[in-house]
Structures are given as C-alpha cells and as structure tokens.
C-alpha cells in the first residue's frame, strides 16, 4: 500500500453514461497526476495538479474529460458519454514537489460496454 | 545470469539468475528516471530512482545504470526470485513534468 487510493477499484457503465472517479493522494503531496493505461501499455500521462491548480493536460485528455481538486487534496476525473476506447485503467499518482518519487494508487478499472 | 541489449517485451529467467532489462529513453532534456514494478491488477511501484548527474544507483539487489550518452537505462536484478516476476517499466521526467513510461518488459521468474 502506497498511501495512495482510489475509489471504486472497478466501474462498468453503458456507453454513453458519465463515470467519475477519485483519488486521495498521500497527504503532504502538493502534485497529483491521472495517468491511462491501456492492455499490454505503460501508462500514459493525462495530466497533472500542483495543490489546485491543473497545470498541464495531455492531448488525450479530450472534451469529455474534467478532472478538478478543489482543495488541493483529493481529485476527481470525470467522463462524460463514455465510450468503448474509455476502456483502460485510470491511475493516479502523487508526489511531494518536482521530480521526486511519484506514488501510484491501485487503479480503477473502467469497462464501458 | 540472463542480458538483453535492446529491449525485449519479455524476458524469462530461473530462480537465482542475475536479470538485466533495458530500456531507451527519448528525450535528451530528461534529468531524472525511475524503474517501477507492476504486478498484474495493481498500479506501478517504486523499484529504484536515477537522477542525471548519476551514472548508477544501488538499491538492495537492484542497480540501474544510467548513459546519457545513447539515452539508454537498464535494471539489474540480482538473484532474481519468483516474487520478481511482474512487467517492469522505466520512466523519464522531462524539465519536471509527468512521467513518459517506456515500453514494458515482462519479467517471469521460473524456480
């Protein structure tokens, strides 16, 4: 256990219904990342917050994507109209300042069927 | 013990072996990189960390070694047990931003 959680661990929703998930980061860290990762790939980065502010996106990150962390602690990622390509592991990380150690949480699986 | 020179996608080795795995980075302006572990179903996990002004780190019964002159990263894995079998990826941070993971490499450990 990383310190580093997520919730729910599994999520299979109906193309086309919105998903949210959350991740509670290691309390101290002040940089949060999601990542995407896709069978038999490494995970690709989505983007990343220092304390509340969303400083990067990924050009994966499409319109459909949100993710917020309002108080500078726990994060959500939402999607909306879900497709069959949304298939993947959402992972989030965390990490106390630049270019130091991330930590991954478990995951959550989303299947859109 | 078992070596690779360029990347392989899986790598299978007994009990006892050293284990080598490689991995190429892309980007020259990286400064600073890490190997994780992924066991199936679980997120990545720290293994060992290599900053730029480094050209090898020891860890307990990993090593990395760094070359910043062909942009090439490998782990060295001594006495390789079967709990080490899992894909293992490096990771690069260019100018302080996000993890590029690299291709994985599966390693499974037979006894």
């Known amino acids: 256990d990383t310190g580093v959680s997520q919730d729910p661990r599994h999520k299979i929703t109906k193309r086309g219904q919105n998903v949210t998930f959350r991740c509670d980061p290691i309390?101290?860290?002040?940089?949060l990342y999601w990542y995407r990762q896709t069978l038999g790939q490494g995970p690709e980065f989505l983007t990343y917050f220092q304390n509340e502010a969303q400083l990067e996106k990924s050009r994966l990150l499409s319109d459909r994507f949100s993710a917020e962390r309002p108080k500078g602690s726990f994060s959500t990622l939402e999607i909306q109209r879900t497709e069959q390509g949304d298939s993947a592991m959402y992972l989030c990380a965390s990490s106390l300042g630049v270019n130091n150690e991330q930590f991954f949480g478990p995951g959550t699986r989303l299947t859109v069927l | 013990g078992e070596s690779v020179g360029l990347h392989l996608p899986t790598l299978s080795v007994q009990e006892g072996d050293n284990s080598i795995i490689n991995c190429a980075y892309s980007?020259?302006?990286?400064?600073?990189f890490i190997w994780y572990k992924q066991e199936s179903g679980k997120g990545p996990q720290f293994i060992i960390d290599i900053r730029s002004n480094m050209d090898k780190r020891q860890g307990q019964r990993v090593t990395v070694l760094l070359n910043k002159t062909v942009k090439h990263l490998s782990l060295q894995i001594a006495a390789t047990q079967p709990g080490d079998s899992a894909v293992y990826f490096c990771?690069?941070?260019?100018?302080?931003?996000?993890?590029?993971f690299g291709k994985g490499t599966t390693l499974s450990v037979s006894s």
């Open positions: 309390s101290e860290h002040n940089r």
């Open positions: 990771a690069e941070i260019p100018r302080g931003t996000a993890l590029i």
């Open positions: 980007n020259s302006a990286s400064d600073y």
